[in-house]
């Protein structure tokens, strides 16, 4: 086989290991395909529009993919991470401010800040986590 004809063959041999390699990884069953992976994230995308008519395609495609960002309410927090493993109020005094805590396998423990409604922040516990810790900060 001469060099030319042996790139393509490569390149399929080395797509079909990523693809064998991720399965584990990703959870995914056996079999499924990058196609598949796609076809469910449009159904989830699909699902969070039908389920919330007021948020635009953009809002329920972060929320299919787990993402955080500032802005989010309360219910689009939930829709994207479930529901917290407690709320903690930090300040008697102003139960407006709550700090919600996650622990996720890919981050590790977080604390979501929500003011007043919506979510100003995120991060590590201040205190810290001797036991798990943070995975990796996110973006």
Known sequence: MTPT????FLIVLVIGLCTILAEPILD?????????????????????L???LDWDR??????????LWV??????????????????????????????????PYYGLEVLRIEDGSLTGWGPPASGCQTCGVRRPRP
């Open 5 to 8: 004809e042996l790139k393509p």
């Open 28 to 48: 995914l069953e056996p079999g499924s395909s990058w196609l598949g992976i796609t076809a469910r994230f449009e159904q989830s995308v699909r699902a969070c």
């Open 50 to 52: 039908d389920d919330h």
């Open 58 to 67: 953009r809002v329920c495609e972060g929320i299919a993919r787990g993402d």
């Open 71 to 104: 802005g989010m309410t309360p219910e689009m927090v939930c829709a994207s991470l479930g529901e917290p493993r407690r709320i903690e109020l930090p300040n008697a005094t102003d139960p407006t401010v709550e700090e919600w805590i996650y622990y996720t």
